[in-house]
T-cell receptor
Framework: DAGVIQSPRHEVTEMGQEVTLRCKPI?????LFWYRQTMMRGLELLIYFNNNVPIDDSGMPEDRFSAKMPNASFSTLKIQPSEPRDSAVYFC?????????????FGQGTRLTVV | QKEVEQDPGPLSVPEGAIVSLNCTYSNSAFQYFMWYRQYSRKGPELLMYTYSSGNKEDGRFTAQVDKSSKYISLFIRDSQPSDSATYLC???????????FGAGTTVTVRA
């Protein structure tokens, strides 16, 4: 397996624009997580899914953020409208808890810059 | 107060030195303790995993958990320049799949 795949790797957008980040988890993994990493706040959990169903979105900062997982192999994180304070690295991670795996595998991240 | 506190660093050591990294936490329900390593512009990757209290050794790496003090440590012996990275502690409760991360400590091992 190629691991967790995120796209794009880098995104520069203007304030007010819609941004969509994409994630393909490892095949067979039943949990998917979206994290945001900044220097000030470190790695923060935004939302996670179990079997494509959102379980906990309490980390989503505002209504401007939304996430979907239409099927087991694809998830999106959307920011609309984007603001400069959304600039961060966004990571997607997946985990196979059914098999008792404790490790969450992270993607390479999407570095978002909102100007 | 954050749920997980980690020494901010940065830490710079000469090659061959012992690196000591620490985290404290406030939630006594945490049972699973992990250390992730993150190279620059990469995603975190699991380095060590420990369940409940005790020590675990893997090559040059030793993880320690002291639940009575709510304190975990990672030691890197005979550090190498390739160990230069950011190290993040992470922990979760039993049957809870959310990981709470520390802020991370950036380590540089000088050749």
């Amino acid at each position: 397996d190629a691991g967790v795949i995120q796209s794009p790797r880098h995104e520069v957008t203007e304030m007010g624009q819609e941004v969509t980040l994409r994630c393909k988890p490892i095949s067979g993994h039943d949990y998917l997580f979206w994290y945001r990493q900044t220097m000030m706040r470190g790695l923060e959990l935004l939302i996670y899914f179990n079997n494509n169903v959102p379980i906990d979105d309490s980390g989503m900062p505002e209504d401007r953020f939304s996430a979907k997982m239409p099927n087991a192999s694809f998830s999106t994180l959307k920011i609309q409208p984007s603001e400069p304070r959304d600039s961060a690295v966004y990571f997607c991670a997946s985990r196979d808890f059914v098999r008792g795996e404790t490790e969450a595998f992270f993607g390479q991240g999407t570095r978002l810059t909102v100007v | 107060q954050k749920e997980v506190e980690q020494d901010p660093g940065p830490l710079s050591v000469p090659e061959g030195a012992i690196v000591s990294l620490n985290c404290t936490y406030s939630n006594s329900a945490f049972q699973y303790f992990m250390w992730y390593r993150q190279y620059s512009r990469k995603g975190p990757e699991l380095l060590m995993y420990t369940y409940s209290s005790g020590n675990k050794e893997d090559g040059r790496f030793t993880a320690q958990v002291d639940k009575s003090s709510k304190y975990i440590s990672l030691f890197i012996r005979d550090s190498q320049p390739s160990d230069s990275a950011t190290y993040l502690c992470a922990m979760s409760r039993s049957n809870d799949y959310k990981l709470s991360f520390g802020a991370g400590t950036t380590v540089t091992v000088r050749a």
